[in-house]
């Protein structure tokens, strides 16, 4: 019965040759030899199976800089990039900006294309004025549930492992931290996770539309996108939940470790009025710990005058002047065309 059973659901697969499994008698009752039901059957047995592998099988993946797609990118007077597969930083280079990557889904747009998720997003900061020097890149592996934790395990072990190159080269001497989203998450986490006494070089961090928790963004997709369904923050939240296996609610605490960031580290947090995705009251309660413990940190909510339903600040004047007057502040590499730009037609890249 049970090789019946798998023959059927095999042949139910072939999706275009209905005649071939009605000529077919597997033994089953007729009710079961019905193609359509048999096909139905198949797309079930295959979403279970897939289902189980993807959220349960073990997650094996080692963040070597081969395996995240470890890529130096270098902007050039002329608005394009030099890039460079792994860390490859000049022996005289004391300033070097790293880039954590946001959910990438479809890159969509991006200036740049085929050279991983993280040099295509990290390319829009170079286009707007943000990353003003050598940067390294790499991709979260997040097309996998499992390996996805929202900012938590894995991600961080990916990030820390760029960091700890980085700052292992002896010409380097200024570490710029350069995060949107999902990734400002990321960088957020592994700082409030790690002793400060690691991040020595670390010399400022900017921010764009950062994730502060899971919770707080399913509460903020479901109430823009979702209202249509009864309880939507909770099934939302726990379709997450259920969807991440290695997302770890009883770790989404980061306003609890907010006095374990870095002492005196610079921070400019940069969010979208109106955000679909990221809750600014959210944003705003963070920065406010952040002040009340004495951390350096700035903030801009950016007008969302096109629409957006998330981030993309390193479009808007505004935020590229607050990045690259803060910057100016901190004695790092900054654009003085954009710092006393009047118009954003004076400063984009063509």
């Not at 890039?83 to 747009?109: N, R, W």
């Not at 050598?134 to 990916?158: A, H, M």
């Not at 955000?275 to 600014?280: E, L």
């Not at 993309?312 to 100016?328: C, G, S, Y």
Request: glycine letters at 8%.
């Amino acid at each position: 019965m049970k090789k019946q059973v798998a023959l059927s659901l095999i042949f139910a697969l072939n999706i275009g040759h209905s005649n071939t499994i009605k000529a077919m008698d597997f033994g089953l009752p007729n009710t079961l030899q019905d193609p359509a039901l048999l096909k139905a059957i198949a797309a079930l047995a295959v979403a279970a199976g897939s289902y189980y592998y993807y959220r349960y099988a073990p997650i094996n993946f080692d963040p070597t800089l081969e395996n995240i797609n470890a890529t130096t990118m270098t902007p050039k007077n002329d608005g394009s990039l030099d890039l460079e597969k792994g860390i490859s930083i000049a022996e005289d280079q004391e300033t070097v900006f790293i880039f954590s990557h946001g959910y990438a889904g479809p890159i969509g747009s991006a200036p740049v294309k085929g050279a991983g998720k993280g040099v295509a997003l990290a390319s829009w900061f170079t286009k707007g004025n943000i990353i003003n020097g050598p940067c390294v890149t790499f991709d979260y592996p997040e097309n996998w549930p499992r390996c996805f934790t929202f900012g938590q395990g894995l991600e961080i072990d990916c990030l820390k492992k760029i960091y700890d190159e980085v700052a292992s080269r002896s010409s380097v001497k200024n570490i710029v931290i350069v995060a949107s989203s999902r990734g400002a998450l990321v960088a957020l986490n592994m700082l409030t996770n790690h002793p400060d006494n690691q991040f020595e070089k670390l010399k400022a961090v900017i921010l764009e539309g950062p994730a502060i928790s899971l919770k707080g963004a399913s509460r903020q997709i479901s109430d823009n996108f979702l209202t249509y369904l009864p309880g939507h923050r909770t099934i939302l939240y726990n379709f997450f939940k259920m969807m991440f296996p290695n997302y770890n609610p009883a770790e989404d605490n980061l306003m609890d470790r907010v006095g374990n960031l870095p002492a005196n580290l610079p921070m400019l947090i940069g969010y979208l009025d109106g955000d679909k995705v990221i809750p600014g009251d959210e944003v705003e309660s963070f920065v406010k710990i952040l002040e009340k413990k004495g951390k350096a940190v700035e903030s801009i909510c950016v007008p969302n005058y096109s629409g957006r339903n998330h981030a993309k600040l390193n479009r808007d004047l505004a935020f590229q002047q607050a990045a690259n007057v803060f910057l100016q502040k901190h004695g790092l590499p900054h654009s003085q065309t954009v710092v006393g730009a009047q118009s954003l037609a004076e400063v984009v890249v063509s």
